[in-house]
């Protein structure tokens, strides 16, 4: 289903989206509403007001991709009440099973293959806020930050239940994820690699606790 007012000029045009609802995927997710406007200038386009409402999920988007040079370069506000990984998981299947429902808030800016995502995020398995570099270009695709956590309790987080705990503290960390080599026309998996660093007043999992930690 599909309602929206149309406007066009020489320099643009502007969609202002008053219902949209589709069904799409395999297994099918169901898109329950899409409102919100969106307009294009010469090489900007912007986004207001943009919602998108799943059976669970809630997401809302303002801000602007501009286009026109090597990349496309972003400056968004996003937002949630409520994310379930579950429905995030028809397009990033490794969080499907992540039993929570967060709520979060998140600037995104630079070009999309180097994002810089600030983020606020809340959860009954604890919070974390802090600056995530997002490198996705070249053939070492790197996640990298620094993060302050509070009482984040790494069992539903790693989606093993024996590792239940909480840590509070401040971690910086890099993690970059190979492409796959292919060898005799199959791909061959590499390791993922990184490095990391936690300093905080407290973490436990798996039935062990310590206080003051600092670990490299």
Partial sequence: DLVMGVSLDRG???LDLRHLSLQIG???????????KVERGGSVVTLSGLRVDLPVSHVRVDGTVTSGGARAELDLAVASDTLA??????????????????????RLTGPVD????????????????????????????TVEGTLALVGVDPAPWSQTPAMAGSV?????????????????????PRPVSGR?????????????????????
């Fill in 12 to 14: 643009g045009f502007g």
């Fill in 26 to 36: 395999e297994p099918a997710l169901r898109i329950g509403r899409v409102v919100g």
């Fill in 85 to 106: 990984f579950r429905e995030v998981g028809l397009f990033m299947p490794a969080v499907a099973r992540i039993p929570l429902q967060p709520s979060f808030r998140a």
């Fill in 114 to 141: 180097r994002l810089i995502a600030d983020l606020d995020l809340q959860s009954r398995g604890g919070s974390a806020r802090g600056r995530v570099t997002i490198v996705a270009g070249g053939d070492r695709p």
């Fill in 168 to 188: 509070t503290g401040q971690t910086t960390f890099a993690v970059v994820f190979p492409r796959r080599a292919v060898q005799a026309g199959r791909p061959v």
């Fill in 196 to 216: 990391f660093t936690f300093a905080g007043p407290e973490a436990g999992a798996a039935g062990y606790e310590a206080q003051q930690v600092s670990v490299r």
